[in-house]
């Protein structure tokens, strides 16, 4: 008889449960048992309560700081080298401290770097990330990785509202490549904010280039975390004449007094996705889920099938 490939199993960290459980149902398998076990002082520990001795595993857990997030899927990587899983897949929707992905001045770590080590040291033999803040965190791998892009989710929504004079924008220098991909697809403007920060999180000053008057709006970026930047961008252009202003961001830290900002900022509406658990409901916040294309991926890379369709831009 031919050889079946077994399913694979799959398992959520604790903070990634909800998501776990519409990525499991989405692959059409229920979500491993796993126990953690914690001690008085905080110390924790994970323990896999069904075998996955030579299985193909997947654990899902996105690493948005506290660090505990990141010390949860460390600990269960570990745990699952340990146990003898054969191949075992970190899932992190939101890849955690990559904004440290470079020296930016003397004497500072370069975060993103080391997390990839450490998720390797432990067992990682593969990853599946989304919308990495720099596409070069993937050289410090060594293992495979899977980026995927939100614009899966993201461009059939702005299709679906059928936005006269659309205009794409960047909220910063750094994420102009992904405005032009966003424009060229939507066959839209592109404009551009020029911003300089006083400190982390702190915007000194925001310039636009390029015109906005008359035109629908819609800013992207990877993150929103205090929500400085999105919300005074939304305000500047505004004040230069666009009719209305929304924004997708992939992952929402939504951080600080991120709510309160958002609703006194002249943004319509913010589109997020359920990459990291939602701190409150908001009427201007519109959450999609990225629980199919998660599973649709794991599946794929389970059967070793491509997932270059996937890859929209």
Same mark, same amino acid.
């Given at each position: 008889?031919?050889?079946?490939?077994?399913? @694979?199993?799959?398992?959520?960290?604790?903070?990634?449960?909800?998501?776990? %459980?519409?990525?499991?149902?989405?692959?059409?398998?229920?979500?491993?048992? +796993?126990?953690?076990?914690?001690?008085?002082?905080?110390?924790?520990?994970?323990?896999?309560?069904?075998? +996955?001795?030579? /299985?193909?595993?997947?654990? +899902?857990?996105?690493?948005? $700081?506290?660090? %505990?997030?990141?010390?949860?899927?460390?600990?269960?990587?570990?745990?699952?080298?340990?146990?003898?899983?054969?191949?075992?897949?970190?899932? *992190?929707?939101?890849?955690?401290?990559?904004?440290?992905?470079?020296?930016?001045?003397?004497?500072?770590?370069?975060?993103?770097?080391?997390?990839?080590?450490?998720?390797?040291? /432990?067992?990682?033999?593969?990853?599946?990330? *989304?919308?990495?803040?720099?596409?070069?965190?993937?050289?410090?791998?060594?293992?495979?990785?899977?980026?995927?892009?939100?614009?899966?989710?993201?461009?059939?929504?702005?299709?679906?509202?059928?936005?006269?004079?659309?205009?794409?924008?960047? @909220?910063?220098?750094?994420?102009?490549?992904?405005?032009?991909?966003?424009?060229?697809?939507?066959?839209?403007?592109?404009?551009?904010?020029?911003?300089?920060? /006083?400190?982390?999180?702190?915007?000194?000053? *925001?310039?636009?280039?390029?015109?906005?008057?008359?035109?629908?709006?819609?800013?992207?970026?990877?993150?929103?975390?205090?929500?400085?930047?999105?919300?005074?961008? /939304?305000?500047?252009?505004?004040?230069?004449?666009?009719?209305?202003?929304?924004?997708?961001?992939?992952?929402?830290?939504?951080?600080?007094?991120?709510?309160?900002?958002?609703?006194?900022?002249?943004?319509? %509406?913010?589109?997020?996705?359920?990459? +990291? $658990?939602?701190?409150?409901?908001? @009427?201007?916040?519109?959450?999609?889920?990225?629980?199919?294309?998660?599973?649709?991926?794991?599946?794929?890379?389970?059967?070793?099938?491509?997932?270059?369709?996937?890859?929209? *831009?």
């Amino acid at each position: 008889m031919p050889y079946q490939v077994p399913e @694979p199993k799959i398992f959520a960290c604790t903070q990634s449960t909800a998501l776990g %459980e519409k990525i499991a149902g989405a692959y059409g398998a229920d979500l491993g048992k +796993i126990h953690f076990s914690r001690y008085s002082d905080g110390e924790f520990q994970p323990s896999f309560e069904e075998s +996955i001795r030579g /299985a193909r595993i997947f654990i +899902i857990g996105s690493t948005n $700081p506290s660090s %505990e997030n990141l010390m949860e899927m460390l600990l269960m990587l570990d745990a699952a080298k340990r146990a003898s899983a054969r191949h075992i897949t970190a899932v *992190m929707p939101y890849f955690g401290w990559a904004r440290q992905d470079r020296k930016d001045k003397p004497r500072v770590p370069i975060a993103a770097k080391m997390i990839a080590k450490m998720l390797e040291t /432990a067992g990682a033999t593969r990853i599946i990330t *989304m919308d990495l803040h720099a596409d070069q965190i993937q050289g410090f791998f060594e293992k495979p990785v899977d980026h995927l892009f939100a614009s899966t989710l993201f461009l059939p929504y702005l299709q679906s509202l059928k936005l006269d004079n659309l205009c794409i924008a960047s @909220p910063d220098m750094g994420g102009s490549k992904r405005a032009y991909a966003y424009s060229k697809a939507l066959e839209s403007d592109v404009v551009i904010c020029y911003k300089q920060r /006083a400190k982390a999180n702190v915007i000194s000053h *925001m310039e636009l280039i390029g015109d906005v008057k008359g035109k629908n709006v819609v800013l992207v970026d990877d993150m929103v975390d205090t929500a400085g930047t999105l919300t005074k961008a /939304a305000d500047l252009m505004m004040e230069r004449g666009a009719v209305s202003v929304r924004a997708i961001t992939t992952h929402g830290l939504l951080s600080g007094n991120a709510y309160e900002k958002i609703e006194k900022s002249q943004l319509q %509406e913010l589109i997020i996705t359920d990459s +990291i $658990p939602s701190r409150d409901n908001h @009427p201007k916040i519109k959450v999609l889920s990225c629980a199919g294309l998660f599973a649709d991926v794991m599946h794929r890379v389970h059967h070793n099938t491509s997932i270059s369709s996937k890859f929209i *831009m």
